[in-house]
């Protein structure tokens, strides 16, 4: 009852959004090993042998001690033939007892692979075995498979749409960038080809080259939808440093059994952890997937892109946009000494990332800030609008500096310039640095409080001319983008507007009726210098309420500034507020700019 093939396994794991492992064993004691592990965790598995390993022992022999250990198993458990070139033998070990095979026609021509792994199919029917088909070339060693570094080729969406047509295979197996074996440099995988095969595909993705990958790497592919992971090289090496680590640590032991129990639990260890973290038992996800106000270097977060991009990576993050303080946004970053395009090195993480600029706004009321997304920031406009605000910013923030001094603050522009042993260009300054700084010579605990300090004392309010938010709103529609308004609840209840005081949602109206794209609901407010007492799920509703009917776009994002490397101690986290991704997804404006 527990021996099955992969149908029933993979069809739960791709309903519910998890993966199953498959581990390659090599013998008996790793077989063992792997499924006590799943056993333990109550998990079902996926027993995989190579075709030189079932050479190694004969199919009957191997199938007659690896069979009982599945059939005796507390959970499911497939044994599964993988990576088989040959027609006839991929035959051989359906009779023998497999209850699941993968036909390897990957380097066939596609009417070939086709042909061969059809016939397969027709044959394993007649005994209730599992098929798994291939395309595209895999880079790596996998058994007598052999790709060079370079041969390797991504699938075609429509090869794939004709292979499964035609192969009803019950699961697929699509070249998306992964490698068998050890991981050598960058790893450049291809999510959009992921996501849009598992989009069209009938049955399980799954992912090959296991080994290696980030956490965030495998959460992004689980999430787009692989059902099964192959798991080879690591078990291999928990096997053999197993073995090397006993005699090292008992070289006076010449007891078998104590090597092999040794071994068994190396080996039980590396297959829990990684059932543990396909099944995403431990996973640590992110309250949203797509955080739309981020903040790096290049104003005044503390990570720089490339930090970024890799922490949200490792939370599983879908989409994150790049919206630094009033600055141009940053097009390329160094990675391993070359310079590459910030969306091109996401991809390879998973990430989507949307470049944007957090303009503030209005020179008469406080914490204005229209997020500008998606737009052609060489539009000429966009770059004199840049000039004018950098030119106001230096002045102003220069001011403050000189006007804290006097009041018994000493702060140096020179350290505001390389605050955090960042040298910046005096663009690049932000209000934040200065406060940050504030907090780190003790005049105050934390940035926050000598935000307070400057905003609510008229000792310390020194103004900068900013935009009006209107002209804002037309710069991003002229320029190709969209804008939506950061944090409303921020602004005070009333405002002072070309010498009349209105209350912040008639502010907010004007803006809407200036053809504001959408307000900012999921917020950090209990983190920022929010004055007020409302909750950030009571904020969420009342903006819900009040204007899903009037703009196009409920955002959300956490203000992410790497908080946690300063004086903050009630940091803001990536993802922590933001939107979900099937919102992301089936929002037309939001989906548009992201391509």
Request: charged share 30%.
């Amino acid at each position: 009852m527990s021996y099955v093939n992969m149908k029933s396994i993979l069809t739960d794991a791709r309903k519910n959004r998890y993966a199953v492992g498959a581990f390659n064993i090599v013998n008996y004691l790793t077989a063992k090993a792997a499924i006590e592990g799943a056993e333990e965790l109550k998990q079902n598995i996926i027993i995989q042998t190579s075709v030189k390993t079932v050479k190694s022992f004969g199919a009957a022999e191997m199938m007659s001690w690896l069979k009982p250990i599945a059939e005796n198993a507390s959970v499911k458990v497939a044994i599964h033939l993988d990576h088989s070139t040959d027609v006839e033998f991929t035959k051989l070990c359906i009779d023998a007892g497999w209850s699941s095979v993968m036909y390897d026609g990957s380097k066939l021509p596609l009417s070939e692979n086709i042909a061969n792994t059809k016939e397969i199919v027709d044959y394993a029917q007649k005994f209730d075995v599992t098929v798994e088909g291939e395309l595209g070339a895999i880079v790596g060693v996998e058994d007598d498979v052999y790709v060079k570094e370079g041969e390797g080729a991504h699938a075609r969406l429509e090869d794939c749409k004709v292979f499964l047509s035609e192969t009803k295979v019950d699961a697929f197996a699509p070249a998306i960038g992964t490698a068998h074996g050890v991981y050598e440099g960058e790893i450049n995988i291809d999510y959009d080809l992921f996501e849009t095969i598992n989009n069209s595909s009938p049955c399980p993705l799954v992912l090959h080259g296991g080994t290696g990958l980030t956490d965030g790497m495998f959460y992004s592919l689980i999430d787009l939808g692989a059902a099964k992971v192959n798991i080879s090289t690591a078990i291999k090496i928990a096997y053999c440093s197993g073995m090397k680590d006993f005699v090292e640590q008992n070289p006076k032991q010449n007891d078998p059994l104590k090597l092999d129990a040794y071994v068994k639990e190396q080996v039980k260890k590396v297959v829990q952890e990684h059932i543990r973290f396909f099944s995403l038992t431990d996973r640590k996800r992110p309250n949203y997937e797509v955080d739309l106000h981020c903040h790096t270097t290049n104003s005044d977060g503390s990570d720089n892109a490339k930090e970024l991009i890799d922490k949200a990576s490792r939370l599983g993050m879908r989409v994150i946009a790049i919206t630094d303080h009033d600055v141009l946004p940053l097009e390329k970053i160094e990675v391993n000494g070359s310079m590459i395009r910030i969306q091109t090195y996401a991809k390879t993480k998973g990430v989507k990332v949307i470049q944007g600029i957090e303009f503030s706004c209005e020179t008469e009321v406080e914490d204005v800030h229209l997020i500008v997304l998606g737009c052609d920031y060489d539009n000429e406009k966009i770059r004199d609008m840049n000039k004018k605000i950098v030119k106001s910013k230096i002045h102003s923030y220069r001011e403050l500096t000189e006007v804290l001094t006097e009041k018994g603050y000493p702060i140096l522009w020179d350290e505001v310039i390389n605050y955090g042993g960042i040298q910046r260009k005096p663009e690049n300054v932000q209000k934040k640095n200065i406060f940050n700084l504030m907090a780190e010579k003790g005049y105050f605990e934390s940035w926050s409080e000598a935000k307070l300090m400057c905003r609510n004392n008229p000792e310390y309010r020194v103004k900068r001319q900013k935009p009006k938010a209107v002209d804002i709103i037309n710069l991003a529609h002229e320029a190709g983008g969209i804008c939506i308004l950061a944090h409303p609840y921020l602004i005070n209840e009333t405002v002072e507007i070309d010498g009349k005081r209105i209350s912040r949602d008639e502010f907010i109206e004007s803006l809407i009726e200036a053809d504001l794209d959408g307000i900012e609901a999921s917020y950090t407010y209990d983190k920022t210098t929010y004055p007020g007492k409302l909750t950030k799920n009571e904020i969420i509703e009342k903006i819900i309420e009040l204007y899903t009917d009037k703009v196009k776009i409920i955002s959300g994002g956490s203000d992410y500034h790497a908080d946690y490397k300063k004086t903050s101690k009630n940091v803001r986290e990536i993802g922590e507020c933001g939107i979900s991704y099937d919102y992301f997804r089936k929002n037309a404006q939001l989906s548009s700019i992201a391509k």
